[in-house]
């Protein structure tokens, strides 16, 4: 008995359970949604709806907030429909922050200004009474983008060979919320963390706002080719309805490691070095920071002297040839990393030239000069006279020398494969000779009307420089208007009156000859004469005086060359000799006739001894 009584009390109290779950299942049901999301700081809406089986006029609605932390609920609003009793709790957060609306089949709540606190479960409840009570909840969930990222790295540099990875950068998002998430990038690809090479480190704090600031620091074992990467980190954080990502700038990270291997070079000048120049030699390293140097200049057998540098850099002052050869750079605290080069210095010498200064030649011979300059390069030697190109190569061969080969011929060396370097020497060429006159006359004639003035003039070369000197027949009315005499060079001008028929005689002589020129000047009278005239005996006297004044000017230009050559004494004693011996010839007397009559009709004296010299105006009278 007592067993089935216990089983028909089972039965009766599963039939009640039953049927008062099915009566509150059926009588009231609430549908809210899972979540909303909003920014911090904007409006957030949230709707409740509610559905009753049968017709109802009366229900109440309240809301609630849960606590995170405690899991408690807290109301916020009651509400009963189709009256006015419609209450926002007081003295709660929500008190004056929250809109309610409701009607007969939803109620939804308006909340202003969302803060990070509001981030929690708003539960809506409608109570049927006798048709029931139901509720449901809705996550409120409150977002706020955080600042953008800020990375700084490190300003020491990094050893590759530091055993364990090292600080390399450190990335900052604030205020944010939710937590934001942090990535890291070596050259735009992901840093996933290795143990060994890569570590990551993450904290966050929570600000008075209630946002969160993220921090995130990169360890990395670094190798020589990171010298040039570049590090950032990406921020990724939660919007409403998607994730977002904000990528900070790049830095890098200066890499310490070891010098491997030494280089020497020439900085300057580039191209060729001559003697005079400023050499620069460059020493440098691989490795990181750049190592300190020793420069040195290797000095036969590999022995070395150490040469003042600063820091990687060796100044050569004005080079000579003395200071090529092979350089080198090595690191102070590792004399096996060393670069050496070779330094090669170009010169030239002084041209040399043979003969040297200055070489005589007589007129006619010839001569070989030569011109040569010591150089580690290939010459170009070119002979030059009065700005005039005579020659090239380094000898210059002179022919048959004439007075025009007098004078200075320089000798300039050039290198053609480096133009600054370049020479010269000159040799002064002296050439002796007997006089020769300017011109290829030997005879002059003229006409000229009487009672005029004639200017004649005379030039001679000849090495010593000649002397000139003017013998006049027919005329006494002469003077020298012009004389000059150079190295080679004599010139004199006369101006004579032409009274009648004159001969003039221009003798040049010097040490090594005499040359002669004779001018003819033929008298043309103003006004015709009556007087009876020949023709024929006037042309035999002119004939006649010229021959006798050629004559006089040779005797006496050859006593004057040998008295310079010493051959008559040049003492009084010398020339009372030669007259003794020669007094029936001291004066040459020349008759001419004219129309061949008998009678004399002029005799002319001619007096030419060249020992005693009677000076430029000296005056023949006929």
Known sequence: MDEMALRQKAACLCLFLFLHAWNVKAGVEVTMQESVEVYLGDSAE?????????????????????????????RIYYGKYNTVDIVVDDDTEYSGRINVTLDQHRSRLTLQEV?????????????????GVDESKTHLRVFAPPDAPAIKGVQSGISVTNEMPSKVATCEARNGFPKANITWYRNSMPLVPSAGLVNVWTSDTVEPSGL????????????????????SCEVSFLVPGAIRTAESSSVGVTVYYPTTMVELWRESPTGLVKEGDTVELRCQGDGNPPPNFIFSKIEGDSASVDLESRSNVLMLQAVTRRDGGVYRCRLRDDEAQKGDMELSVKYLDAAAVIPKESEVMLRGEDLMASCNALSNLPT?????????????????????????????????????????????????????????????????????????????????????????????????????????????????????????????????????????RTFSIKAIPLVTSSA????????????VIILSLLLVAIMGSVLFFLHRKGKIPCGRSGKQAISKEKTAKDDIVVELKNNGNAKTEDAVLLKAVNGEKSGMNEQVSV
Request: net charge negative; glycine share 8%.
């Open 46 to 74: 949230i709707q409740c709806r509610f559905n009753f089986t049968d017709p109802i006029h009366n229900f109440f609605v309240q809301w609630f907030v849960k606590d995170k932390d405690s899991g408690l609920r807290t």
């Open 115 to 131: 803060q990070i606190t509001d981030e929690r479960k708003f539960i809506c409840q409608a109570n049927g009474v006798s048709a």
């Open 212 to 231: 969160y600031s993220v921090q995130s620091t990169l360890e990395y074992q670094v190798v020589k080719g990171d010298q040039k990467a570049n590090f």
């Open 380 to 516: 170009s030697i070119v002979w030059y006279k009065d700005g005039r190109t005579v020659g090239k190569g380094n000898t210059l061969h002179l022919q048959d020398a004439t007075y025009e080969t007098a004078g200075e011929y320089l000798c300039e060396v050039t290198v053609p494969e480096l133009p600054g370097l370049h020479t010269s020497g000159s040799v002064h060429i002296i050439v002796h000779g007997g006089p020769q006159l300017v011109g290829e006359e030997q005879e002059v004639h003229l006409e000229e009307a009487l009672g005029r003035t004639v200017n004649l003039s005379c030039e001679a070369r000849g090495h010593p420089a000649p002397s000139i000197t003017w013998i006049f027949v027919g005329s006494q009315s002469w003077h020298e208007i012009f004389s000059r005499s150079g190295e080679h060079v004599t010139r004199s001008v006369v101006s004579v009156a032409v009274n009648s028929n004159i001969s003039v005689v221009c003798n040049t002589s010097n040490d090594f000859g005499i040359d002669v």
């Open 532 to 543: 009876p005239f020949s023709p024929e005996g006037s042309g035999v006297v002119i004939v």
